[in-house]
């Protein structure tokens, strides 16, 4: 199913998808948490994974906008109750690495989190 920008642009507000988000982020975490200390980016992945699991709320509204990039989740935006967990945790699984060299960034400069919202 197609949806607008405009959807799309709500999805990433929309609380009930901004939960499913944090628990597919919680999710990676955890499994993050228990990678060893060898695993490629691993000093990043774990700075992001306890952020997450500190407030997973903020952290769901950061990595919010590039769930969008997928276009299985951005065709679903009208109707954010019909997007699998699997797609969500596919989709975070994938971004992961990338917000959390973001996320490592702007602690290392000291610049605010950029969050959505």
Known sequence: MASTRA??????????FLDQLAGALLAASVQVTNEGAGAQNHANRLLFANAVLVNPA???AFIAPGILTNPTISAEAGTPQSIPD???DFVVAGLFDIYANQYAAQQISGAPLQVGG
């Open 86 to 88: 699997g797609d969500v």
């Open 58 to 60: 903020q952290q769901a």
């Open 7 to 16: 959807q799309q642009a709500q999805l990433i507000k929309n609380q009930t």
